[in-house]
């Protein structure tokens, strides 16, 4: 076992006292993350490779990430392509918005390249997971009270929004090539508002 899989699961140590993080730190190693599953997958992604092609040290990445698994989820995933609906009193445009962002979040090439892998990491670490789904949840919930459902006290995501990517994910992991595309879009939307009337 490599370093980087010897320290993956262990949690990240905080910075030292009055010194503040360096952003463009955090932005060259997204970046690097970002460039090398399109480059070598990830599978065979290390924190290593990331660390010299980002100009820093895998110390340097411990101390903003866990491990392999939540850099990737925050690179591939990142909680700015989410938004909360614009109430356009419109349910089934409201729809169609969740179901684009969805497309937005999963369709990059590095998501598709990184999602099996992730999974598996992700479910693996029930700390990594916890926090992959408190950023998820975040802007989706918006959707639950457009569409009038409630959730079981378990459920930290609307379930609309859980099939939505549900379906997604199922997608890409069954063909990878799988398209995403304007017709996926319109045929989703037009299956889950079948049970809404027009407004």
């Given at each position: ?9 262990k ?23 970002r ?12 924190l ?17 990430w ?19 609906p614009?109430?356009?009193?419109d349910?089934?445009?409201?729809i ?33 997971h ?25 459920d ?44």
């Amino acid at each position: 076992m490599t370093a980087d899989g010897q320290r993956e699961n262990k949690r990240s140590t905080s910075s030292a006292p009055g010194r503040p993080r360096d952003g463009r730190i955090d932005a060259a190693i997204v970046a690097a993350t970002r460039e090398l599953i399109l480059e070598t997958g990830y599978p065979a992604l290390s924190l290593s490779a990331i660390a010299a092609r980002a100009g820093t040290t895998t110390a340097a990445i411990y101390r903003r990430w866990s491990g392999k698994a939540e850099l990737v989820h925050e690179a591939v995933l990142s909680a700015e392509t989410l938004a909360p609906p614009t109430g356009s009193g419109d349910v089934q445009q409201d729809i169609r918005a969740l179901v684009e962002i969805v497309r937005a979040m999963f369709n990059r090439p590095e998501v598709r390249v990184a999602l099996p892998g992730l999974i598996a990491d992700t479910v693996a670490s029930p700390e990594v997971h916890s926090q992959m789904i408190a950023r998820l949840a975040g802007d989706l919930t918006a959707f639950e009270s457009r569409f009038g459902q409630e959730r079981r006290d378990d459920d930290r995501l609307p379930m609309l929004a859980e099939v939505v990517a549900g379906t997604a994910i199922f997608r890409i992991l069954i063909r990878s090539d799988a398209a995403l595309d304007d017709a996926w879009v319109d045929q989703m939307v037009e299956l889950i508002t079948e049970r809404w009337p027009a407004s």
